[in-house]
C-alpha cells in the first residue's frame, strides 16, 4: 500500500543546534516528495520539493532535504535552528492520481 | 510562486445550517483539486479529490452527501458542509495541483469552521 510515514511525532531541539526529521515513503515508483510546514492558525507552507534530478534539495529558510532511493527516504534537515521554526512538519508524497501526507511531526525549539 | 486562495478564513455557524468554503487558483488552472481535514492534534486527512467537470472521490469514511464538493471551473472548488454539527468544527484545507510534468501542489491557507 502506498504511503508516507513521519516516525517521529514530536521533536525538541536547542536553538541553534542541527534538526533532522524523517520521512519515509512506500510507493511503487519514485513518487514526488514534498516537505511543508505549517505554523500555528495558519495553513501549509512549501519548503521545498523533489522531483528528479539532484538528490540532495534546498528550501526556504534554510531548509535542504536528501531523496535516499535505497532507503525510501526523504528526511528534512536544517544545520542551525531558529526559535521561529517551531512548527508541524509534513512530508507528503504525489504519484499520478494520488496524495499522501505523513502524520507530521511537531517541532518545539527551546532557547 | 502560485497562490490559492481560500474563503472564508474563519466561520461560525449554527447547528443544523450548511456553509460553503470556497478554494480558488489564482493563477493557474487547476484540473484537480484537494480538500482535507485536520482534527486537533492530528495530520491533515484527506476527504476528497476534485476534478473538474466530474464528480469527486471521496476517500472511505467520509460522507459524500454531508461534504458536497463542486469544481465547477478549472479555478473554483467548493466544499459545502451541510447540515453543520458540532463535530464538524474542525480545519478545512484546500490545495490545487497545477497540470504538466510538476503536477506541484499549492494550498490555500485554511477555513477554521465551528459550528455552536
Known amino acids: 500500500a502506498q504511503s508516507v510515514t513521519q516516525p517521529d511525532i514530536h521533536i525538541t531541539v536547542s536553538e541553534g543546534a542541527s534538526l533532522e526529521l524523517r520521512c519515509n515513503y512506500s510507493?511503487?515508483?519514485?513518487?514526488?516528495l514534498f516537505w511543508y510546514v505549517q505554523s500555528p492558525g495558519q495553513g501549509l507552507q512549501l519548503l521545498l520539493k523533489y522531483f528528479s534530478g539532484d538528490t540532495l534539495v534546498q528550501g526556504i529558510k534554510g531548509f535542504e532535504a536528501e531523496f535516499k532511493r535505497s532507503q525510501s527516504s526523504f528526511n528534512l534537515r536544517k544545520p542551525s535552528v531558529h526559535w521561529s521554526d517551531a512548527a508541524e512538519y509534513f512530508c507528503?508524497?504525489?504519484?499520478?492520481?494520488?496524495?499522501?501526507f505523513g502524520t507530521g511531526t511537531r517541532l518545539t525549539v527551546i532557547p | 510562486g502560485a497562490v490559492v486562495s481560500q474563503h472564508p478564513s474563519r466561520v461560525i455557524c449554527k447547528s443544523g445550517t450548511s456553509v460553503k468554503i470556497e478554494c480558488r487558483s489564482l493563477d493557474f488552472q487547476a484540473t484537480t483539486m484537494f480538500w482535507y481535514r485536520q482534527f486537533p492534534k492530528q495530520s491533515l486527512m484527506l476527504m476528497a479529490t476534485?476534478?473538474?467537470?466530474?464528480?469527486?472521490?471521496?476517500e472511505q469514511g467520509v460522507e459524500k452527501d454531508k461534504f458536497l464538493i463542486n469544481h465547477a471551473s478549472l479555478t473554483l472548488s467548493t466544499l459545502t458542509v451541510t447540515s453543520a454539527h458540532p463535530e464538524d468544527s474542525s480545519f478545512y484545507i484546500c490545495?490545487?495541483?497545477?497540470?504538466?510534468?510538476?503536477?506541484?501542489?499549492?494550498f490555500g491557507e485554511g477555513s477554521r469552521l465551528t459550528v455552536l
Open positions: 507528503a508524497a504525489a504519484g499520478a492520481n494520488n496524495l499522501f
Open positions: 490545495s490545487a495541483r497545477t497540470s504538466g510534468s510538476k503536477r506541484e501542489l499549492f
Open positions: 476534485s476534478n473538474e467537470g466530474s464528480k469527486a472521490t471521496y
Open positions: 510507493y511503487g515508483a519514485t513518487p514526488y
